[in-house]
């Protein structure tokens, strides 16, 4: 089962800062939590990933909380391309097994013109 | 454009019958995974090829299987198609182990009726 939880949906206006909130609040200490988008019909597309310092890339930062229970993935400047299906995941390593994503249903983000 | 590849893009199959879904992963990259997104769910893990042999498994039965080639190309076999197994097929492709990034392919639209 997915071991984050995130809003079904969320608005944000076209050139404005999109904050998109993640909790975790099982991650163990060795979990990295990852960020997927999935634009309509298209393959989900890797944006970031962080174990517990912030990251920033070309396409997002991302801000994770001290105690490691949730995050924060911000896009600074939102296009309306940014609308699509987005997934906080936390990366499983079972003992002896090997890593895997575990998606859950994501958030819909909605850039508006 | 992510260099992964799925072939076909979509397919109509009935109850009982068995299809082959096949996936180029991009240069260089010697792991796929495959997943199953059912319509408005997050993609499913299936299982993980690694050099050619199955290196993990989702909660899949046995009638979902695959191969990877020695180019480390990769084919998802479904035996006894169910209705349910009717949903997007995702591969993604990414280097080694340690699932840093995944490039996902297009996805391969199964339909059974």
């Known amino acids: 089962d997915a071991k984050t939880t995130q809003p079904t949906s969320m608005d944000c206006a076209e050139g404005r800062a999109a904050n998109l909130p993640c909790n975790h609040s099982t991650i163990s200490g060795n979990e990295y939590v990852y960020w997927y988008r999935q634009i309509h019909s298209q393959g989900p597309q890797y944006i970031i990933h962080g174990l517990k310092n912030n990251e920033t890339n070309e396409m997002a930062s991302l801000i994770i909380t001290e105690d490691r229970k949730s995050s924060t993935l911000i896009l600074p400047h939102a296009t309306l391309r940014d609308t699509a299906v987005y997934y906080c995941?936390?990366?499983?390593?079972?003992?002896?097994?090997?890593?895997?994503?575990?998606f859950g249903k994501g958030m819909k983000l909605t850039v508006n013109p | 454009e992510t260099g992964v590849t799925q072939s076909p893009t979509h397919l109509i199959k009935t109850r009982g019958q068995q299809v082959t879904l096949r996936c180029s992963s991009q240069s260089g990259h010697n792991t796929v995974s495959w997943y199953q997104q059912a319509l408005g769910q997050g993609p499913q893990f299936i299982f993980q090829y690694y050099r050619e042999e199955e290196n993990g498994r989702g909660n899949f039965p046995p009638r979902f299987s695959g191969l990877q080639f020695p180019n480390y190309s990769s084919e998802l076999n479904v035996n006894a198609l169910e209705l349910d197994d009717s949903a997007l097929y995702l591969c993604a492709s990414s280097r080694g182990q340690i699932l840093n990034e995944q490039f996902f392919g297009p996805g391969t639209r199964l339909t059974v009726l």
């Open positions: 995941i936390v990366r499983v390593a079972p003992q002896g097994g090997s890593e895997k994503l575990v």
